[in-house]
Each structure stands twice: as C-alpha cells, then as structure tokens.
C-alpha cells in the first residue's frame, strides 16, 4: 500500500505537470475544447428547455441512476472496492486498476474544483441564463462550469475501460458516463456546455493515468461489476 501512494504522488506530478510536454496536437484539441464549450454556450438555453419540456418518471429514473454514478462517493467506492479486491485476492493488476481509478477521480475532481470556483457560473435553475460568470464563487449556486457529476463520471469510466480493455465493457461504461452528463441537463443542474466540459475533463486525465501505467489484463478472473437498476446501482466483485 505503501508503494502505490508515492505511485499516486509520482503520477499526480506526471499529470498536473504534463502540460509543459504538450505537442502541437494536444494543444490544438485542448483549444478545441474549449472552443466547443464556448460555441455549446449559444445552445444551451434552448436544450435546457427541450429537456424541460420532457420531464417524465421514467425519464427521472433513468436521471437518478446517471446523477448516483457521478456521485464522488460512488467513484470512490468503486474504486476503493477494487483497490481492496485486488489486495485480497493478491492480485496486482486489480489492485493497480483500483489505484488508478481512484486517482483519475482525485485529478481529475480537483481540476473540476478549482475552475468552478474561479469561472463561477450561475446554474440553470437560478433563472440568470447561460451567460452569467460571476468570477471567484464559492456557492454552490454559481459553480456549474464544468460539471462535477459529470467529471467524475468520465474519470472514473474512461480510467476502467482504459484497464478492461473489453468492447462490451467501454460502452457500458461510456454509456453510463453519458447517462449521467444527460441526468445533470434533465434534472436542471447544469448547463449542457458545462457537462461537455466535464466529460473532456474526465476522460483526458482518465486515460492519461491509465496510460503512465498501461492496459489491463483482459484475462483475469477478478472483476467488478458496476449494475444499473431503476432504484440505483448495484456493486459486485468477483475473484
């Protein structure tokens, strides 16, 4: 255990600092990022009203299974419920997937963290439209841009297909990272730009770790399962 935290400490350093190794490739597609998030600004209002307008029970329970899964507490879980699987059944590469997803989760939150609190935009539900960036906000209120839920999401699936290496598996995680960026929109907590931003966010620091330490083993007999239900989600691990 020890070992994989001065791990995590040496791959938080490679992270936060690896803008300085960027290419002109990796440049161009962060400034295309942001480009896009700018430009989702001017649609915004009108898909939050289109998401408004289709309200509906099933859509609201479909809603809540996305908004649990980008919950910090269930990427924490997940990846901690791994992370010990892999100790008990000494199982290195469980063991080192577990650390990875946690740490793409602890990036990749703290990234979202800080540019929510210095861009401060006002949340759909405030009634102060998508233009409005107050600066420096500490309120839940005026911190939407990115999207946390959504962030945590992607860290946290991108990180675990990157590992998995599975066909199946990616879109189920993908698919359940994409549920929980429309749950954010319907459920009138983000803008859609903010949860594009978010899921940018997450995926590039998800793979980035998974990529300082390489694939998964597609083989191995341990597994974690990650299973949606109308009511929530439903964990298992297997070894």
């Avoid at 649990?68 to 791994?82: E, F, K």
């Avoid at 063991?95 to 929510?116: D, N, P, Q, Y």
């Avoid at 439209?129 to 209120?141: L, R």
């Avoid at 694939?215 to 299973?227: K, L, M, P, V």
């Amino acid at each position: 255990m020890g070992s994989d935290i001065t791990t995590g400490w040496y791959d938080a350093g490679t992270v936060f600092s690896s803008p300085a190794r960027f290419t002109t490739t990796q440049w161009l597609a962060t400034g295309g990022v942001v480009a896009g998030t700018a430009i989702l600004f001017t649609a915004d209002q009108s898909i939050r009203n289109l998401a408004q307008r289709n309200q509906s029970s099933v859509g609201s329970s479909f809603a809540n299974i996305g908004t649990d899964y980008g919950n910090t507490v269930t990427g924490g879980v997940i990846g901690a419920a791994i992370y010990l699987g892999g100790l008990a059944a000494n199982s290195e590469s469980v063991r080192v997937t577990g650390r990875m997803t946690l740490e793409s989760l602890i990036f990749a939150g703290g990234i979202t963290l800080v540019l929510k609190s210095i861009i401060g935009r006002s949340r759909p539900y405030t009634g102060e439209g998508p233009d409005k960036v107050n600066g420096f906000q500490f309120n839940t209120d005026n911190t939407s841009l990115p999207s946390g839920h959504t962030t945590v999401a992607f860290a946290v699936s991108s990180a675990l297909a990157a590992r998995i290496q599975n066909t199946y598996a990616t879109i189920g995680l993908y698919g359940l990272a994409t549920l929980t960026m429309g749950a954010r929109v319907y459920q009138d907590q983000h803008w859609f730009s903010d949860t594009f931003l978010g899921a940018a966010i997450g995926t590039a620091i998800g793979n980035a770790v998974a990529g300082l330490h390489g694939g998964g083993d597609a083989n191995t007999s341990q597994s974690f399962r990650i299973t949606p239900s109308l009511n929530g989600l439903g964990f298992a691990y297997n070894f």
